[in-house]
């Protein structure tokens, strides 16, 4: 097992600059697990521009993320899958969180604050915000149809991948696709 996440970091650096200009077709590989469900588009695609509420109660969009790489995570409280997986987008925040990647969450619907909150008392989560979509505008917008939906951002704030369902994101496969994302670096 040792042997296979070094395999999977080592191969993860070596696509790092290939990626970071770019080329996610070069991540492929590294997809394993549940990370198989990550689809990465031919040519990043555009985002929508509808608001949603941040935490603090204003009002943002995508566009105020650009900068970095975003794991963007649409879940719910009633959503069985996301509080599967919310622990391990948790942890990818904490290992890769900072000025080059972030894991943003937005819940989708009807989800009260207090809701919310408990929900991530519950599963442990404390490094991620509660953003939410009550009216399910964005959500719309983006195509999502089931929950959870995960997609990835680039600096630019265009969609590069998408994941339908839950994932392990703080497996070794996802971590190495967060690391060539990176160009090798957390």
């Known amino acids: 097992m040792r042997l296979i996440r070094f395999a999977v970091v080592y191969t993860a650096l070596a696509l790092g600059a290939n990626a970071a200009l770019g080329d996610t077709a070069a991540l492929a590989?590294?997809?394993?697990?549940?990370?198989?469900?990550?689809?990465?588009?031919?040519?990043?695609?555009?985002?929508?521009d509808v608001a949603f509420t941040a935490e603090d109660g204003s009002e943002m969009t995508l566009a105020d993320l650009q900068?970095?790489?975003?794991?963007?995570?649409?879940?719910?409280?009633?959503c069985a899958p996301c509080r599967k997986e919310m622990p391990a987008l948790n942890a990818l925040q904490k290992e890769f969180g900072g000025d080059a990647f972030e894991v943003v969450t937005i819940a989708t619907g009807r989800n009260s604050e207090a809701g919310m909150r408990r929900f991530f008392e519950e599963t442990g989560v404390d490094a991620l915000p509660l953003h939410r979509d009550p009216k399910q505008q964005l959500a719309r917008q983006m195509a999502v149809l089931g929950l959870?939906?995960?997609?990835?951002?680039?600096?630019?704030?265009?969609?590069?991948a998408?994941?339908?369902?839950?994932?392990?994101?703080?497996?070794?496969?996802?971590?190495?696709?967060?690391?060539?994302?990176?160009?090798?670096?957390?």
């Open 29 to 48: 590989d590294l997809r394993e697990g549940s990370m198989k469900k990550l689809v990465f588009h031919a040519e990043p695609q555009p985002v929508s």
């Open 67 to 78: 900068g970095k790489y975003i794991v963007l995570n649409f879940w719910a409280t009633w």
């Open 148 to 160: 959870p939906i995960t997609v990835v951002l680039n600096p630019d704030g265009d969609e590069i």
């Open 162 to 186: 998408r994941l339908r369902g839950d994932a392990d994101w703080h497996s070794d496969s996802a971590r190495a696709i967060v690391s060539a994302l990176l160009g090798g670096s957390s």
